[in-house]
């Protein structure tokens, strides 16, 4: 990252946050006016999302620095644009018939995921604490009220009232870390606590190891990193299935670019102190993701420790700390974005009033009544257990061979032996598909939008599988 932080105020940088700040407030304004069918608003949602996208482009020359440093556009911001952009359109599609069948009938709702991009963007964007603290309570604040919106469910409220009050817990951690940070250095701007500790400028060195530990928890919670995990398979059971594929994607992928952001650019210097630190967390988080999935009768269960172990998966890019590290995070991403939400679109599907068929044994014989749905659940499976030609297998080569060139094979050989741990909670769901008898009648939701969102996960599966080279040189710079 460039040190050279011009003082301008540039309004042009937040033209992304500013341009899907005004359609969040738009869907909000236009609930007034509409019946309970809210169907408008999700065209109006996804119009907001292409519109950022297309603006995060507003910027000629970058890296683009603005708000005294503080707010950055690069190649690596844009590219996480790109990335929440398509979480929270697939997320809105998902919505779209899942809410009429759930009753789920606020127009707030899709507001809501709105403003949680928003916040995204100016996580991913930011550099400088202040704006990244801000940034966490807006993407936070929107996921406690979208896990709890259906209001008359038990388990969606517990999901919500845990999620809070953990969430409330880490936020402590995180900001004491960043006070301890401030007072090391005297700076909350990543560019100056840089330049502090490459010149050894720091007032206490234990003060800004207390710091840099505080912030690893209070960032691991919101990853799902193990051992601040607790909470995870408890808020994506009782979360709408569409909000638990939204929270394990977009939100984890923007405290993703902090953490990148935090260690890899500020505080290279302190590398061998947070890389060891990333690397237990790493190896518990996949040790602990994969063998509570094996355990695991309940989809949303199983996907949500599959998560875990897949946050271990891509600390592994940041404790690479080189230029395929970063590529390759972008990269694994992405890939995630699509076989996260083509899975839950399956789950969605299967699901009705009153019985989403959330049980694994829901799904015996599946490929006998739809075997299109069977195949789709198939790829998408295989792909977040790493299987080529898909893009799974593309994102963890590309991680491992960061880690490799930097030396860092124990961690990969333990990444390599989980992986074919992952195998058997992936392949027994194939197998209730495929080698069990049907225990009961399947009625599949088959709406358009939700159609859709499955077709493009496939595509976007095979895509990144077989097509990897422009995603990553897109990454690179």
Known sequence: ????????????????????????????????????????????????????????????????????????????????IFIFAISSALAIMLSANYNRQENVRFGEYYSLILFCTVGM??????????????????????LYILAGIRRDNTKSNEAALKYFLLGAFATGFLLYGMALLYGATGTTKL???????????????PLMLMGMILLIVGLGFK??????HMWAPDVYQGAPTPITAFMAVGPKAAVFASFYRIFVYAMPQLAPSWQL???????????????????????KRLLAYSSISHAGYILIALIAKNSLGSSSLLFYLLAYVFTTFGAFA??????????????????????????????????????????????????????FSAAIKEGHIPLVVIAV?????????????????????PTGEFHPTLSPLTVLTVVIAVLGTFQLGIFPGPIISFAQP
């Open 121 to 142: 963007i100016i996580l991913a964007s930011s550099t400088d604490l202040i704006m990244i603290f801000l940034g966490i309570e807006i993407v936070s604040i929107c």
């Open 417 to 437: 032996l989980n992986t074919v741990v992952s195998f058997y909670y992936y392949l027994k769901v194939i197998v209730y598909m495929y080698m069990k008898e």
């Open 223 to 228: 990853i799902a990193s193990v051992p601040f």
């Open 277 to 299: 630190t990333l690397s237990i967390l790493s190896v518990l988080s996949m040790f602990f993701g994969n063998l509570g999935a094996i355990f695991q009768t309940n989809i």
């Open 1 to 80: 990252m460039e040190h050279i932080v011009p003082p301008i105020v540039d309004l042009i940088s937040l033209a992304p946050v500013i341009v899907l700040s005004v359609f969040a407030m738009g869907v909000l304004i236009l609930d007034l006016f509409i019946g309970r069918d809210k169907t408008l608003l999700v065209y109006v949602s996804l119009m907001g999302l292409i519109m950022t996208v297309v603006s995060s482009f507003a910027k000629g020359s970058l890296p683009s620095y603005s708000f005294q440093g503080s707010y950055v556009v690069d190649n690596f911001s844009i590219f996480f």
């Open 346 to 399: 399956i789950v969605i599907i299967l699901g009705r009033k009153g019985n989403e068929n959330l049980e694994i044994s829901d799904y015996s014989g599946l490929a006998y009544k739809h075997p299109l749905l069977a195949l789709s659940m198939t790829i998408f499976l295989l792909s977040l257990g790493g299987v080529p030609p898909m893009a799974g297998f593309i994102g963890k080569f590309y991680i």
């Open 191 to 205: 560019a100056k606590i840089a330049l502090a500790l490459s010149a050894d400028q720091i007032n206490s060195k």
